[in-house]
């Protein structure tokens, strides 16, 4: 049996396990509403873990992924037992012009930034890891997914849990640490906006204000134009009605000045308010 990796680069899954590599785009777990409370649990952490690994379907070509960093998965720890619900735990390595660096101590995932490795540990810790012996300082904590690159490199974004709310953060290449959503209960399926650049740049995820029904929302990396697009003003325990949209099963794609939402059943293109214009 060929020897097979598993790499990750801007959200999707590379499979090599010959001349000829697969690249595969992960699909989104079946919607499910956010209740009053924060996501603290893994089941439902895990399930924001899965959402907010995908990246918009934006095709770069296999030549220009191969050019980037990746982050490789060397080897799987452990997994949940069939049926249950779970993370699994991998050991990771940056793999980066043909020389890989191996990242020390069990993971639930990482992706290459700057010179190093952005990794969610086990405990949630989120740490960036340089240098050839993979020594690496806690950044955040309480982190909800593995953080998601922008296409271009010039950002990244993961979930956290600060206090009562969940805060979603972006860093840019120069260092800036901002938060581009801050007051929300949960956050997942962040995607970044490849036609817009700098501070902004703008994002678009799953979230859900506390006894709210989860939609879909929009910002700008910086923070500004925070804006709910669907479900709004829908509340949890109650009935659904025409307002509801269907959360995407697909990862959101930006196109213009709107966003296209696609479910198993249908699509919705939602236009972006006048402020993220």
């Given at each position: 049996m060929p020897a097979c990796v598993r790499t990750t680069t801007e959200g999707r899954v590379r499979w090599r396990s010959g001349p000829e590599d697969l690249l595969l785009v992960p699909r989104?777990?079946?919607?499910?509403?956010?209740?009053?409370?924060?996501?603290r649990s893994w089941t439902i952490g895990s399930l924001a873990l899965a959402l907010s690994s995908c990246a918009?379907?934006?095709?770069?070509?296999?030549?220009?992924?191969?050019?980037?960093?990746?982050?490789?998965?060397?080897?799987?720890?452990?997994?949940?037992?069939?049926?249950?619900?779970?993370?699994e735990t991998v050991a990771l390595a940056r793999e980066d012009d043909g020389v890989r660096t191996h990242v020390r101590g069990p993971a639930l995932g990482g992706v290459p930034f700057l010179d190093g490795v952005l990794v969610l540990r086990v405990?949630?810790?989120?740490?960036?890891?340089?240098?050839?012996h993979g020594v690496g300082s806690v950044i955040d904590r309480e982190v909800l997914f593995a953080p998601v690159a922008s296409a271009d490199g010039e950002h990244v974004a993961w979930a956290a849990e600060h206090g009562p709310e969940t805060v979603?953060?972006?860093?840019?290449r120069e260092?800036?640490?901002?938060?581009?959503?801050?007051?929300?209960?949960?956050?997942?399926?962040?995607?970044?906006?490849?036609?817009?650049?700098?501070?902004?740049?703008?994002?678009?995820?799953?979230?859900?204000?506390?006894?709210?029904?989860?939609?879909?929302?929009?910002?700008?990396?910086?923070?500004?134009?925070?804006?709910c697009l669907t479900n709004c003003e829908?509340?949890?325990?109650?009935?659904?009605?025409?307002?509801?949209?269907?959360?995407?099963?697909?990862?959101?794609?930006?196109?213009?000045?709107?966003?296209?939402?696609?479910?198993?059943?249908?699509?919705?293109?939602?236009?972006?308010?006048?402020?993220?214009?």
């Open positions: 989104l777990p079946a919607p499910r509403a956010c209740g009053t409370s924060t996501i918009p379907s934006v095709d770069h070509g296999a030549e220009a992924l191969a050019e980037r960093p990746v982050v490789v998965v060397t080897e799987v720890l452990s997994a949940p037992p069939e049926g249950a619900d779970g993370p405990d949630r810790s989120l740490e960036m890891v340089r240098g050839p979603l953060v972006v860093i840019d260092g800036a640490r901002t938060n581009a959503a801050q007051g929300l209960a949960s956050i997942g399926a962040v995607v970044f906006d490849a036609s817009t650049q700098g501070s902004a740049r703008r994002l678009a995820f799953v979230a859900a204000r506390n006894g709210g029904i989860a939609g879909v929302w929009a910002a700008r990396v910086d923070g500004s134009g925070l804006s829908l509340r949890a325990g109650q009935p659904l009605d025409a307002r509801h949209v269907p959360l995407p099963t697909e990862p959101i794609v930006f196109d213009g000045d709107a966003v296209v939402l696609r479910s198993m059943a249908h699509a919705d293109r939602v236009t972006l308010p006048e402020i993220l214009r």
